[in-house]
């Protein structure tokens, strides 16, 4: 009698030990089922791009020539942290027309808008033309880590110099 009940309490003990391993691997499924859902969620999404655009924006001014019409960025090197907010601010003082061209560098950004006067363009953005006394407003967040070229694409320009670096590094 007394070995029957040894020996119940003994499957008793396997038996719960092999639920409770089960409840375990059950518990650790719902936690990776509903992160997978809270990233999925829209909802959620929506709500974690809504902080990220409450963050002040950082502001960076860029210039596409200068009053004595050279033909260079000033500055010619921008660096940038992922996943904060900026404003980079254009102007053109020369008299020439002048292309910020960074086409790698804006597939690698999340632009939430471009203002110049009275228009605000929303989406993705890959070229900025200003015309000489221009000024346009660029607010975007850096994603992807990298090392992208920028240079002015009217014909001559980046041959004379008009051309420079962007990095998105931590
Ligand atoms: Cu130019």
């Known amino acids: 009698m007394k070995a029957l009940f040894t020996e119940n309490s003994e499957n008793l003990y396997l038996l719960l030990a092999a639920r409770l391993q089960l409840v375990r691997k059950i518990t ?3 936690l990776l089922l509903c992160l997978g859902l809270i990233i999925a969620n829209p ?3 929506a709500n974690l791009a809504e902080d990220l655009l409450k963050q002040p924006a950082t502001e960076i001014k860029i210039s596409l020539g200068n009053s ?3 033909l260079k ?6 660096e940038f942290v992922p996943g904060k907010r900026y404003l980079l601010r254009l102007t053109n003082p020369s008299q020439l027309k002048h292309y910020f061209t960074a ?3 804006a597939d690698g950004i ?3 808008k471009v203002q110049a006067g ?3 363009v929303k989406g993705a953005i890959h070229e900025l033309e200003l015309k000489p006394g221009a000024e346009a407003e660029w607010v975007f967040v850096p994603m992807k880590q990298g090392n992208y070229n920028l240079h002015c694409s009217i014909p001559g320009h980046t041959k004379a110099g008009m051309k ?3 990095a998105i590094a931590n």
């Open 68 to 70: 004595a019409n050279e």
């Open 164 to 166: 420079g670096e962007i």
């Open 73 to 78: 960025f000033e500055p010619d090197h921008l």
């Open 103 to 105: 086409k790698d560098f």
């Open 28 to 30: 650790v499924l719902c």
């Open 43 to 45: 909802a959620i999404a």
């Open 118 to 120: 009275k228009v605000e």
């Open 110 to 112: 999340w632009t939430q």
